[in-house]
């Protein structure tokens, strides 16, 4: 009982044991302003997820190219195009990010639609952090992917004679890098949202629940 | 006014207005046997997690095989080795399931104390959800990348001449594709615990908040 972490928890306990009384619960004017400054954070991260969603499918859709390879016999130049549906790994990229890119501009209006009626934002919060953490997995995997994929094709390996391709196809490769770069983004903006939600959920605990 | 949905969400205005009244918040017994029951299964997903990040780096670092490979200048057959280590993608695979499984560890430990004193659970879970759900991007991303680049040691890549290698290096194959299956399971088990502690925070917020 001398340690100072022994004494919290034990003050703690007693909190808990304590009725509740009107005064611990926060008024329903402050609420309100707390719950429209979250869905406006809510609103902002949404459409970033849905740019960001657009953004990397575009750029990796429109990153063909055509190049002239030699072959050696016989000695011929053919043109031979690069495309990113030429690997499974990024035609998965593709269909995650494009699901993040609709997700995000549904939930970005329905979103704006809580902000006019701060009230119901707690309940709609419920249904989309499900959702949220699911498309974070999904995301994060896709980047993964397209990333593991992407830098092979960048250093290639040795070991098992798999030759780099961003030498001869590097608008290919920058368009590839770009669009993993926004998807990372796309990610990143998925964790905050989450961990938005989870924060907005504990801000309404009231405090004699600790 | 007339459609259910307007009259639902006047009603929850009306029911945040009202003053909360004792009889809302739930019995302190009854909120211990709830938290009782979330540590319980919180302990039960983190020893998964920590399982299942040992089980994937074990059967990933084990993964060598060497087999004799003909070169075609002079005839002759040379001894190829295959390990994890020649992929950049399956270092940072062991990497990423080394830290969860070490993190597995610890919050075990931790959670089984918030076992004994259920009233500090809130307490612990509002620190280990932003680990959490990092934590889970890392290793669905770690899983994404180890899976792309399996999957193309598994079928190749024609496009771009990238051979496949499962047809020599079997047993080198099992190991990678056991390894990814169980990161996956990890990935499932991470996602279960940010629902658990989601789920935990919603279920503390007292009724008439809605």
């Not at 009107?22 to 402050?30: F, K, L, N, W």
């Not at 495309?83 to 593709?94: D, E, L, W």
């Amino acid at each position: 009982m001398a340690s100072t972490e022994t004494a919290g928890h034990s003050e703690a306990g007693k909190l808990v044991d304590k009725a509740a009384t009107p005064s611990d619960i926060r008024g329903p004017a402050e609420r309100a302003a707390s719950s429209r400054s979250f869905a406006a954070a809510d609103v902002v991260l949404r459409f970033l997820l849905f740019a960001s969603g657009v953004v990397a499918v575009v750029v990796m859709v429109t990153s063909k190219q055509t190049e002239l390879i030699p072959i050696p016999i016989p000695p011929f130049l053919i043109p031979r195009p690069a495309k990113f549906n030429q690997s499974p790994a990024f035609i998965y990229f593709v269909a995650a990010l494009s699901v993040a890119g609709l997700y995000g501009a549904i939930t970005t209006l329905i979103s704006l639609f809580a902000l006019c009626k701060p009230a119901s934002y707690p309940r709609l919060l419920s249904h989309f952090v499900i959702f949220d953490v699911l498309l974070f997995g999904i995301v994060a995997a896709a980047t993964g992917t397209a990333g593991g994929v992407g830098y092979i094709g960048l250093k290639g390996n040795s070991h098992v004679q798999w030759r780099k391709i961003c030498d001869i196809y590097g608008e290919f490769c920058r368009h590839i890098g770009a669009s993993i770069a926004v998807s990372l983004f796309g990610s990143v903006v998925l964790a905050l949202l989450v961990l938005l939600s989870i924060y907005s959920l504990s801000k309404r605990i009231p405090k004699h629940s600790y």
